[in-house]
């Protein structure tokens, strides 16, 4: 039992939409009582912070290092979705979350996978069928339908389709949306099947289109897809159905800060504080019927303490009354994390990435851009020597592969723009959704070096520059560290740093590079089985001609 105790200072009360002084009386757990009164502390109080949708496996942390690093920021808790070690082990997988989560006092709550494999065009590790799902409905962690990417087959009402959304209706669990692009009729059929958010819009009208059918939307600002820029504009007027969200979060730009960013930056921007953590704060909690405090008598004592209203820096963070964060430094305490995997792959040689020349005169190639998830289709002369089409680095057209790492099988090869790497390759088993090994570099021996000491490892990044060599082992389910956060943190950056140094100009190389294996995503992507046209659906040659 905790000993009752008080914190005093300037009280944001959200709901009402006023500031006062007071002290937060906290027993048990819970707040007891809200006194206004004056005081000498001139600290902010309110809610916590919550991301309404992140992948946790993408800071490449088990849950309990990203509770850890999140705390120290304000996050108090996340909706998180945990597809990414679905796609791997399936509901071993997300049971493995839901287990390792409940090591810290953070308050996760995870969703059921809908599309575990994402698409039929590319090979997983396992399946999460409805049967799974309805299992998964009945454990009180599992409070959402994770986002629902099969677009297509909702559209379409694919049957399984609908009895995965008939499932989360049957359970009173909301269903999180994933329609990139999508407008008009298609929006408002989408949204009618029972889809209740969208995190993909990157635009401002796609938004404001799903907006008018009903849809809540989340802004995303992550380490590789950055959207807030363009969605921040529709806060004023429809902040009671915004939300903030990472979606994919590196661990280096997890020590730099989390949702308290994107908060700072919507307050820069002249919007109101009172919308600003509308959106921040309480829109998920509401939305996922959380149980998390909102700075009311009776609540859980979920809430933190900020020095002023233009900085903005997290002093405390506080979750069912225990102080977790303080000062910029974490009370959660490292734990020993085991370790699952499923990793069955032999090195590769450097004759299975070759491209024969034949009599092509042009090839298709993936034009990737920073900040976006979305790539476009570009055609271009390839470069010829000794009979095979290579790297052209002068042209920043470079060769890419994915590597399936389920079982032996002959790798995907294709062409890939904009990546800006003059030397060398990198490579990485965190590849979405499937998280098969995926690789770009300007030779072929450069290439199949990294490939391998992924392979080696059964899981990590790594990048090779000549006789340099660096590699983060991923040993959770090839896509996750079970060791100290900061120190996961730091070794990411060393290895991002050389992937720059190697000319990359990206603001995070290796997070673009894994999803361009994201087939849900147009328009032009790379699966384990060949170059995939997301617009239409299908495979299409690496040749155009």
């Given at each position: 039992?905790?000993?009752?105790?008080?914190v005093?200072?300037?009280?944001?009360?959200?709901h009402?939409?006023?500031?006062?002084?007071?002290?937060?009386?906290?027993?048990?757990?819970?707040?007891?009582?809200?006194?206004?009164?004056?005081?000498?502390?001139?600290?902010?109080?309110?809610?916590?912070?919550?991301?309404?949708?992140?992948?946790?496996?993408?800071?490449?942390?088990?849950?309990s290092?990203?509770?850890?690093?999140?705390?120290?920021?304000?996050?108090?808790?996340?909706?998180?979705?945990?597809?990414?070690?679905?796609?791997?082990?399936?509901?071993?997988?997300?049971?493995?979350?839901?287990?390792?989560?409940?090591?810290?006092?953070?308050?996760?709550?995870?969703?059921?996978?809908?599309?575990?494999?994402?698409?039929?065009?590319?090979?997983a590790?396992?399946?999460?069928?409805?049967?799974?799902?309805?299992?998964?409905?009945?454990?009180?962690?599992?409070?959402?339908?994770?986002?629902?990417?099969?677009?297509?087959?909702?559209?379409?009402?694919?049957?399984?389709?609908?009895?995965?959304?008939e499932?989360?209706?049957?359970?009173?669990?909301?269903?999180?949306?994933?329609?990139?692009?999508?407008?008009?009729?298609?929006?408002?059929?989408?949204?009618?099947?029972g889809?209740?958010?969208?995190?993909?819009?990157?635009?401002?009208?796609?938004?404001?289109?799903?907006?008018?059918?009903?849809?809540?939307?989340?802004?995303?600002?992550?380490?590789?897809?950055?959207?807030?820029?363009a969605?921040?504009?529709?806060?004023?007027?429809h902040?009671?159905?915004?939300?903030?969200?990472?979606?994919?979060?590196?661990?280096?730009?997890?020590?730099?800060?989390?949702?308290?960013l994107?908060?700072?930056?919507?307050?820069?921007?002249?919007?109101?504080?009172?919308?600003?953590?509308?959106?921040?704060?309480?829109?998920?909690?509401?939305?996922?019927?959380m149980?998390?405090?909102?700075?009311?008598?009776?609540?859980?004592?979920?809430?933190?303490?900020?020095?002023?209203?233009?900085?903005?820096?997290?002093?405390?963070?506080?979750?069912?009354?225990?102080?977790?964060?303080?000062?910029?430094?974490?009370n959660?305490?490292?734990?020993?994390?085991?370790?699952?995997?499923?990793?069955?792959?032999?090195?590769?040689?450097?004759?299975?990435?070759?491209?024969?020349?034949?009599?092509?005169?042009?090839?298709?190639v993936?034009?990737?851009?920073?900040?976006?998830?979305?790539?476009k289709e570009?055609?271009?002369?390839?470069?010829?020597?000794?009979?095979?089409?290579?790297?052209?680095?002068?042209?920043?057209?470079?060769?890419?592969?994915?590597?399936?790492?389920?079982?032996?099988?002959?790798p995907?090869?294709a062409?890939?723009?904009?990546?800006?790497?003059?030397?060398?390759?990198?490579?990485?088993s965190?590849?979405?959704?499937?998280?098969?090994?995926?690789?770009?570099?300007?030779?072929d021996?450069?290439?199949?070096?990294?490939?391998?000491?992924?392979?080696?490892?059964?899981?990590?990044?790594?990048?090779?520059?000549?006789?340099?060599?660096?590699?983060?082992?991923?040993?959770?389910?090839?896509?996750?560290?079970?060791?100290?956060?900061?120190?996961?943190?730091?070794?990411y950056?060393?290895?991002?740093?050389m992937?720059?140094?190697?000319?990359?100009?990206?603001?995070?190389?290796?997070m673009?590079?894994?999803?361009?294996?994201?087939?849900?995503?147009?328009?032009?992507?790379?699966?384990?089985?060949?170059?995939?046209?997301?617009?239409?659906?299908?495979?299409?040659?690496?040749?155009?001609?």
């Open positions: 039992m905790q000993a009752a105790y008080s005093s200072g300037r009280i944001i009360d959200i009402n939409k006023e500031i006062f002084e007071g002290t937060v009386q906290v027993e048990n757990g819970r707040i007891s009582k809200i006194v206004r009164e004056a005081t000498t502390t001139t600290n902010y109080i309110l809610p916590g912070f919550v991301d309404a949708h992140v992948h946790v496996e993408s800071s490449m942390l088990v849950p290092e990203f509770a850890r690093l999140a705390v120290v920021h304000g996050t108090i808790a996340t909706i998180s979705d945990p597809h990414e070690i679905g796609n791997v082990l399936g509901v071993k997988g997300v049971e493995y979350m839901i287990e390792n989560g409940k090591k810290t006092p953070f308050k996760f709550y995870f969703g059921a996978p809908s599309c575990v494999p994402a698409t039929p065009f590319e090979t590790g396992a399946e999460i069928t409805a049967a799974d799902i309805e299992e998964l409905f009945k454990r009180e962690e599992i409070v959402y339908l994770a986002e629902m990417m099969n677009w297509p087959g909702v559209l379409h009402r694919d049957p399984v389709v609908i009895e995965k959304i499932l989360a209706r049957k359970y009173g669990k909301a269903v999180d949306g994933h329609a990139p692009g999508l407008m008009g009729e298609q929006a408002k059929l989408y949204a009618s099947a889809i209740t958010t969208d995190h993909e819009c990157f635009t401002a009208e796609e938004a404001l289109d799903k907006l008018a059918v009903g849809m809540k939307i989340l802004i995303r600002e992550g380490s590789a897809a950055k959207n807030f820029e969605l921040i504009p529709l806060l004023p007027e902040y009671q159905n915004i939300m903030f969200c990472s979606d994919d979060k590196h661990p280096d730009n997890l020590v730099e800060g989390h949702i308290n994107l908060v700072k930056r919507a307050l820069a921007k002249g919007n109101d504080l009172f919308h600003v953590l509308q959106a921040a704060c309480v829109n998920p909690v509401e939305h996922y019927k149980k998390v405090g909102l700075l009311r008598e009776n609540d859980p004592a979920d809430f933190i303490v900020v020095d002023n209203l233009d900085n903005f820096d997290v002093l405390a963070t506080y979750i069912n009354g225990e102080i977790v964060a303080e000062n910029g430094k974490s959660i305490a490292f734990t020993e994390s085991e370790t699952i995997n499923n990793f069955n792959t032999s090195p590769k040689t450097i004759d299975q990435f070759r491209i024969p020349a034949a009599d092509a005169h042009k090839i298709r993936i034009e990737a851009f920073d900040g976006q998830l979305i790539t570009g055609i271009v002369a390839p470069k010829v020597d000794n009979g095979f089409i290579v790297s052209d680095v002068a042209n920043d057209v470079l060769k890419m592969t994915v590597v399936n790492r389920y079982e032996e099988a002959e995907a090869v062409f890939i723009k904009n990546l800006g790497l003059q030397s060398g390759a990198i490579a990485s965190v590849g979405h959704d499937s998280h098969n090994i995926i690789a770009v570099g300007v030779d021996e450069s290439i199949v070096r990294a490939v391998n000491l992924i392979i080696s490892a059964k899981g990590g990044v790594s990048a090779v520059d000549g006789e340099k060599e660096q590699l983060l082992p991923l040993p959770v389910a090839g896509i996750m560290s079970a060791e100290d956060g900061y120190k996961v943190a730091e070794a950056s060393t290895i991002d740093k992937s720059k140094d190697m000319g990359s100009n990206l603001a995070s190389p290796f673009t590079l894994s999803f361009m294996a994201l087939l849900v995503i147009p328009s032009l992507k790379l699966s384990d089985k060949g170059l995939f046209n997301g617009d239409t659906f299908s495979f299409v040659p690496v040749t155009a001609s």
